[in-house]
């Protein structure tokens, strides 16, 4: 049976954001305002509701996407705060994959960040509509024109102001609504605790508030023709016809719109919560191109396990499924149970009767289900699309500190591999040492410390390593012939390839030229499993092979001898040959940098990032600060905030993320 989602008025958003802007400082507020919590926690106290788990109040970071549930204006609201920490990305890149819509929250001092910039671009991949909210107004430096004008620049969007702020950094006392050409404020009351007062436009606000509201009309207006002939002609546009004009550019991506608060008091949520109703989607509002049918489909986004068990996360696209019924993972093909069905309030459960259309809720009971897999009705199977994890750039050797913590360490890392898609374990060819990877030193570190608290694993640790790949520098052809005879049935397989290098960021693609039949078409898919079964490990150092393009150009079989394996074994040992002859040579990651500094020490901080081989790409000034960007390769960046402060007295800070792989240096 299909479920009205009408009938329930139901918002699925996410809160997304660097490190720092005060996302889950929008979290906590927001579900103070609706009720949800009678105290706010603070992220610098360490007892932010959002932030449970005992990683992120030590460090003061969001680590784990948080889901919760709030109610406002006869709506339900779930809740996701992502991380804004670059090494928990596939927190965010999951929970966008399964939200209708979402709030980005900027420092209103720093603007757009890298990581805004990144998860923005995300946002974008999964085409989720968003508000925007300029947050930390009261904050010296803080500057609502140059963020708005910084998200044109930078994000390519074209934004739509809905509120005016009503002074500047510690003055800041309010916005201008440009709908209703209100002001808002928020003076305390007696308790302590800002409440919403309307008031009149300041007068010496007037003429901007209303050259920003006309601008404001003829954007929302293109949305609709008749609408946008009537304000040509002179006629009144209401405020509701004002707001459907707004919702409808939001849902279309012509415009992003937004407001401005100061979230640390309490100033500016319940617009931001209005905004999140009026403007963001219903799930039903979103095509997520399911075929037809009304049997139930969901996507798991999300593993965790606790001492109660596994907790998979679902979002709900399509029918309903009943605590205690059995479903079908279609990737997989096997049957799971849903034991029990919970709506999840940051770290509290409350126990629902069955999942419908549009809910993101926790199942526990699954026994095989990871991330990415599809739940859907046996009798009408469906497969959504997968969640990509980003490739690892970072490795370490681990090993238990003592041979009777082995099965807790083994059986801790694999748990929390299975709860990160981004992490990856592997074997040291030459020691035999595990290997855990990631795409970040921070990332690798909270993991050891979970297998440390969760399992009472003390762990030992190699040096950081970085995840080097291999590629060629020019097109080589190979044959190579796979021929065996020892008296039992023969092996036979010729296979002729060629290889020549594609852009950076290419992959390995496989294609077949044959023709004529001189290797039967069945045989074909076996060479290119050989193929990418040897560029699993390189010819220089063992490395992924990347960014080449490989041709089956010619070859040739035997009626008796030539089989699948015959042929997967020529694929491997020619595509090794033909590596050693096209000039193999090691790529190394390059990370985008960008360090904020004092501009006294400007000069310093250049200066090393070139002693790394880093190239400088540009330099900013934002307030009393200088803003360096650079691309530095990660093997020269291990333990570079230490160094950063030294240089700076303490000063500075930066941020980092993959942007892309380069040829090393012969010496690396």
Same mark, same amino acid.
Request: glycine share 8%; hydrophobic share 45%; net charge negative.
């Given at each position: 049976m299909t479920t009205n989602t009408h009938a329930r008025q139901l918002r699925n958003i996410g809160i997304i954001a660097h490190v720092d802007a005060g996302k889950t400082t929008v979290s906590e507020r927001v579900l103070f305002t609706t009720g949800e919590i009678h105290r706010t926690g603070e992220v610098h106290d360490g007892n932010a509701t959002m932030d449970y788990d005992? *990683?992120?109040?030590?460090?003061?970071?969001?680590?784990?996407?948080?889901?919760?549930?709030?109610?406002?204006?006869? #709506?339900?609201?779930?809740?996701?705060?992502?991380?804004?920490?670059?090494?928990?990305?596939?927190?965010?890149?999951?929970?966008?994959?399964? =939200?209708?819509?979402?709030?980005?929250?900027?420092?209103?001092?720093?603007? !757009?960040?890298?990581?805004?910039?990144?998860?923005?671009?995300?946002?974008?991949?999964?085409?989720?509509?968003?508000?925007?909210?300029?947050?930390?107004?009261?904050?010296? &430096?803080?500057?609502?024109?140059?963020?708005?004008?910084?998200?044109?620049e930078r994000l390519g969007v074209k934004p739509l102001v809905l509120q005016l702020p009503i002074g500047?950094?510690? @003055?800041?006392? &309010?916005?201008?609504?440009? /709908?209703?050409? *209100?002001?808002?404020?928020?003076?305390?009351?007696?308790?302590?605790?800002?409440?919403?007062?309307?008031?009149?436009?300041?007068?010496?606000m007037q003429a901007a508030v209303e050259?920003?509201?006309?601008?404001?009309?003829?954007?929302?207006? @293109? *949305?609709?023709?008749?609408? +946008?002939?009537?304000?040509?002609? &002179?006629?009144?546009?209401?405020?509701?016809?004002?707001r459907a004009c707004i919702r409808q550019g939001t849902l279309a991506g012509a415009f992003v719109p937004v407001l401005g608060g100061a979230a640390l008091k309490n100033k500016g949520v319940e617009p931001l919560l209005d905004a999140v109703v009026d403007y963001l989607p219903a799930?039903?509002?979103?095509?997520?191109? /399911?075929?037809?049918?009304?049997?139930?489909?969901? =996507?798991?986004?999300?593993?965790? #396990?606790?001492?109660?068990?596994?907790?998979?996360?679902?979002?709900?696209?399509?029918?309903?499924?009943?605590?205690?019924?059995?479903?079908?993972?279609?990737?997989?093909?096997?049957?799971?149970?849903?034991?029990?069905?919970?709506?999840? #309030?940051?770290?509290?459960? @409350?126990?629902?009767?069955?999942? *419908?259309?549009?809910?993101?809720?926790?199942?526990?009971?699954?026994?095989a289900s990871k991330t990415g897999h599809t739940l859907s009705d046996p009798a009408q199977p469906l497969v959504l699309e997968e969640i990509h994890a980003p490739e690892p750039v970072i490795s370490m050797a681990v090993e238990p500190h003592s041979r009777d913590e082995q099965n807790n360490f083994s059986r801790g890392l694999h748990t929390l591999v299975d709860e990160d898609p981004s992490l990856r374990l592997g074997q040291d060819a030459d020691t035999g040492q595990t290997l855990l990877s990631g795409v970040g030193e921070l990332q690798l570190e909270v993991t050891l410390e979970k297998l440390r608290s969760r399992f009472g694993v003390t762990v030992h640790t190699g040096p950081p390593q970085v995840a080097m790949r291999e590629t060629i520098a020019r097109a080589a052809s190979v044959r190579y012939l796979h021929k065996k005879q020892s008296g039992g049935p023969g092996q036979y397989a010729?296979?002729?390839?060629?290889?020549?290098?594609? %852009?950076?960021?290419? &992959?390995?693609?496989? %294609?077949?030229?044959?023709?004529?039949?001189?290797?039967?078409?069945?045989?074909?898919?076996? !060479?290119?499993?050989?193929?990418?079964?040897?560029?699993?490990?390189?010819?220089?150092?063992? #490395?992924?092979?990347?960014?080449?393009?490989?041709? +089956?150009?010619?070859?040739?079989?035997?009626?008796?001898?030539?089989?699948?394996?015959?042929? %997967?074994?020529?694929?491997?040992?020619?595509?090794?040959?033909? /590596?050693?002859?096209?000039?193999?040579?090691?790529? @190394?990651?390059?990370?985008?940098v960008e360090v904020t500094t004092p501009m006294d020490h400007v000069g310093d901080v250049i200066g090393d990032l070139n002693r790394r081989r880093g190239h400088v790409r540009s330099q900013d000034q934002r307030g009393n600060a200088a803003v360096v960007r650079a691309m530095v390769p990660l093997q020269t960046l291990f333990g570079y905030i230490g160094n950063l402060r030294a240089l700076t007295a303490g000063r500075a800070s930066y941020t980092m993320q993959f942007d892309h792989y380069a040829e090393a240096p012969r010496q690396a």
């Open positions: 005992p *990683q992120e109040r030590a460090r003061g970071i969001t680590i784990n996407s948080a889901a919760t549930t709030v109610a406002w204006r006869g #709506h339900q609201i779930n809740l996701i705060d992502t991380p804004g920490h670059i090494d928990f990305n596939i927190e965010v890149s999951r929970s966008l994959r399964v =939200l209708d819509g979402a709030v980005v929250v900027f420092d209103g001092v720093a603007g !757009v960040e890298p990581q805004t910039e990144t998860n923005w671009r995300l946002a974008d991949q999964y085409h989720v509509p968003r508000i925007a909210l300029v947050n930390k107004l009261d904050r010296t &430096g803080a500057d609502f024109a140059r963020v708005v004008a910084m998200m044109a500047t950094e510690a @003055e800041f006392s &309010g916005v201008v609504d440009l /709908l209703t050409q *209100q002001a808002l404020y928020w003076p305390p009351n007696a308790q302590g605790k800002p409440t919403l007062e309307r008031g009149a436009v300041p007068a010496y050259a920003a509201r006309r601008t404001l009309v003829e954007t929302a207006v @293109e *949305q609709n023709d008749v609408l +946008l002939t009537a304000y040509l002609n &002179g006629e009144d546009i209401s405020e509701a016809q004002l799930p039903e509002d979103r095509n997520n191109d /399911l075929p037809p049918g009304d049997g139930f489909a969901a =996507l798991v986004f999300k593993v965790v #396990h606790d001492e109660h068990g596994t907790l998979s996360y679902l979002r709900v696209y399509r029918g309903e499924a009943h605590a205690g019924s059995q479903v079908l993972n279609a990737n997989t093909g096997q049957r799971e149970r849903l034991s029990r069905v919970v709506q999840m #309030h940051a770290d509290r459960r @409350e126990e629902l009767a069955l999942a *419908q259309a549009g809910d993101i809720v926790a199942v526990a009971g699954l026994k010729e296979v002729a390839l060629r290889v020549e290098p594609l %852009e950076r960021g290419g &992959g390995l693609r496989f %294609e077949n030229a044959i023709t004529g039949g001189v290797i039967p078409r069945e045989y074909i898919p076996s !060479v290119e499993q050989g193929v990418r079964r040897a560029a699993l490990a390189g010819v220089l150092a063992g #490395h992924p092979v990347v960014d080449l393009l490989v041709t +089956l150009e010619d070859g040739s079989f035997h009626e008796k001898d030539s089989s699948t394996l015959a042929f %997967e074994v020529a694929g491997a040992a020619a595509f090794t040959q033909a /590596l050693r002859e096209a000039g193999p040579t090691l790529l @190394e990651p390059v990370m985008a």
